[in-house]
């Protein structure tokens, strides 16, 4: 008989979610797809068991992935007067059990916890004569620690490499060599790495049966929460938890499965029915996160996956009212990318949406420069998540000492050539590192030789000290203070997130499924649960865009990413070269020399709207008043001068000296906010000598 208590925890429940909090002990398996209120059954099922007698609070352990989700469910569990089941994360489970068990089990004192391995990492492979950069070390550990999470001894490391398809940062043998050596100092010292507090917990589960008892006898029930991101030394602990018994509860879905480079694998999940044929299997698939028109696409995106077996495979049902369709936009380069969506955003927050509430999601981290310049150039305060700001990253701090360095006696060449051969010595090879954080240091570097070729097109004569001077400019606008802010955030680290609005960037072949996934069917399969994962963070506003070449002017080579096709109509505006929004602008592949009437090719001639050897008709007098009224709002604003106009748009309007809007728009690097903010002064300076308002 159900009592009152009982009642109060079914209520307001849908029927798949009552089924799985009802569901009796023993083996359970609840499929949930994203945004159907997985961490509300998953707490309610175990206040449940405990309100009805199954078992007592203090013998449930439910562990989870973050601290962050950790903290939640131990809050919402006291919410529902449950206070003594344990929340945590695997390895902060285990630490507690490895100190309880470690005086019986190893007799001495514990072993000290180290927080990195970079230290050892870098002590043993200067023994072993492996490369030694910081970043090499986080790819060797990186490596060390997907080898032990996935149960690989260091001389197995060459073929399970060779098997999966995986590229080592270094030669395979190189990283035996280290993971060996890191192995032996870790030891001589007494010192344990977070991998170690999983291993020598199962160890001891598997080797000291006492010791297995009594931990079995003090927690009978298991809920485990992201089952698709377990890792084999992870799968051998709850299989040491639980010993011969099956009161284990998993929730998981094999959609979101983004983490196999660091050893994550749903192969537990999709295989949980057969290694527990009794288990109820609950599948929550009605979404109450984001409107119809996102979980609709988010399934269209999912259902071209090839990897998924039939059972696991979920199909979103939107619980929300209908909300706007999902924007496609295509534009012909990345700022007017980042230009269109930061002035999107600008609207979403005019109309009454909260900054908190907007995410800006890319592939990968270099990505942010252009969206942290654009924001700033119209006001909006951001905040990146997961990592640094473009110019506070270490290697771009380096860069920039750098190049400042080189700039007292520059070396001779075009402006992004001297940039690159600096920036070489720094990491910036011909080609991309395979490990994780050296191509991230790479793409970074490589964003700098894209800003030197901006630099390069739009300023004649522009040299290494003034590139220098751009980039500190450019540094000091993009770090204000902040408290509340657009979220800046990989795909990667927005997982467990979601907001009103998103905008999902920089989708394009290459970079959305990335390069280096090409060639392996696994790789691209996770690249486009990935794309999923970012689809489903949108609870209302989903604009989805690329641009089809890196700077103004470049040639339009790319396409957009294979993901998107069948979601794009091609009879969509999207699939034409989008013109920022229809604010007036002329497509670029229509431009001609206003004075010889040729095409115009490159950014120069584009902003200029005349051929390079046609003769400039520039008026000195109004490029100097413009300079002044520049240096003026730039002071007033509290921004670097570029913020307002570069120098390159500045002589673009003292030689076209456009009389109204439709003449300022078509210069090229004014757009719609732009126009807003300076347009009146421009135009009456062109037309009176003088602004508007005098400042």
Not at 168 to 180: D, E
Not at 317 to 337: C, K, N, S, T, V
Not at 645 to 655: G, Q
Request: glycine residues 8%; proline residues 6%.
């Amino acid at each position: 008989m159900v009592g009152e208590a009982e009642k109060n925890l079914l209520e307001g429940l849908d029927p798949e979610q009552r089924a799985a909090v009802q569901a009796p002990r023993g083996p359970v398996c609840v499929l949930a797809g994203a945004g159907t209120g997985k961490t509300r059954t998953i707490t309610h099922r175990i206040a449940y068991l405990v309100h009805t007698g199954h078992v007592a609070a203090g013998q449930v352990l439910a562990v989870t992935f973050t601290n962050r989700a950790a903290g939640e469910m131990r809050t919402r569990l006291r919410a529902l007067g449950i206070t003594a089941a344990q929340a945590r994360t695997f390895h902060s489970a285990a630490l507690r059990q490895l100190r309880y068990f470690w005086p019986r089990v190893v007799g001495d004192a514990p072993w000290e916890l180290i927080d990195g391995k970079i230290r050892l990492v870098g002590q043993a492979a200067h023994r072993v004569g492996a490369p030694t950069e910081v970043e090499v070390l986080r790819d060797l550990a990186a490596e060390i620690e997907w080898s032990k999470s996935s149960l690989i001894a260091p001389d197995d490391y060459p073929e399970a490499v060779r098997r999966r398809n995986r590229q080592p940062p270094v030669q395979a043998q190189q990283v035996v060599a280290v993971y060996q050596g890191y192995e032996k100092l870790k030891n001589q010292h007494k010192l344990l790495d977070f991998e170690d507090l999983l291993l020598h917990t199962a160890a001891v589960l598997e080797d000291h049966p006492q010791v297995a008892e009594e931990f079995r006898e003090r927690y009978r029930c298991f809920v485990v929460d992201e089952y698709q991101d377990v890792t084999p030394l992870q799968q051998r602990v709850l299989s040491g938890w639980l010993g011969a018994r099956d009161d284990l509860t998993v929730v998981g879905d094999a959609n979101q499965t983004i983490y196999s480079f660091a050893g994550a694998s749903p192969r537990p999940l999709l295989e949980f029915t057969r290694r527990f044929p009794e288990a109820a299997v609950v599948r929550l698939e009605r979404d109450y996160r984001s409107t119809p028109q996102v979980v609709s696409l988010a399934n269209q995106v999912i259902s071209a996956a090839r990897d998924r077996p039939a059972g696991s495979r979920l199909k979103l049902i939107g619980q929300r009212p209908a909300g706007p369709p999902p924007r496609f936009a295509e534009y012909d380069d990345e700022p007017a990318e980042a230009a269109a969506v930061a002035q999107r955003i600008k609207d979403l927050v005019d109309a009454g949406t909260s900054l908190s509430e907007i995410a800006v999601l890319y592939r990968v981290n270099a990505q942010s420069e252009l969206y942290e310049q654009a924001l700033t150039e119209i006001g909006i305060p951001y905040l990146v998540r997961g990592g640094e700001r473009f110019f506070e990253r270490q290697e771009i701090r380096q860069a920039v000492m750098a190049l400042r360095g080189a700039s007292a006696d520059p070396p001779s060449g075009e402006l992004p050539d001297v940039v690159r051969a600096l920036l070489h010595r720094l990491g910036l090879t011909e080609e991309p590192p395979t490990g994780g954080s050296a191509r991230e240091r790479w793409e970074s570097l490589l964003a700098l030789v894209e800003l030197a070729e901006e630099l390069a097109a739009t300023v004649e004569g522009a040299d290494l000290s003034r590139f220098v001077g751009e980039l500190e400019m450019r540094a000091a606008a993009q770090h204000p203070p902040t408290v509340e802010g657009v979220t800046l955030a990989s795909l990667h680290a927005s997982k467990g997130l979601e907001w009103d609005a998103v905008f999902l960037i920089g989708l394009v072949d290459g970079t959305m499924p990335i390069q280096f996934a090409d060639g392996d069917d696994a790789a691209i399969e996770e690249e486009r649960r990935l794309l999923y994962v970012g689809v489903t963070r949108a609870r209302e506003h989903l604009w989805m865009s690329w641009a089809l070449s890196r700077s103004p002017g470049g040639r339009r080579h790319r396409r957009r990413s294979r993901f998107l096709y069948g979601l794009v109509p091609d009879d969509h505006p999207a699939a034409r070269v989008a013109r920022s929004q229809s604010h007036g602008k002329p497509s670029a592949t229509k431009l001609t020399c206003r004075i010889c009437g040729g095409a115009l090719v490159g950014t120069v001639p584009v902003k200029l709207g005349r051929c390079k050897d046609c003769p400039s008709d520039i008026d000195q007098d109004l490029l100097g008043r413009l300079r002044d009224w520049r240096s003026t709002r730039a002071k007033e604003l509290k921004v670097p001068a570029y913020v307002v106009f570069t120098d390159a748009t500045l002589v673009a309007i003292a030689e076209q000296r456009p009389t109204d809007t439709a003449g300022l728009v078509s210069i090229s690097g004014i757009g719609a906010s732009k126009l807003d903010r300076f347009g009146g002064d421009v135009l009456a300076l062109v037309r009176d000598g003088a602004p508007q308002t005098s400042p």
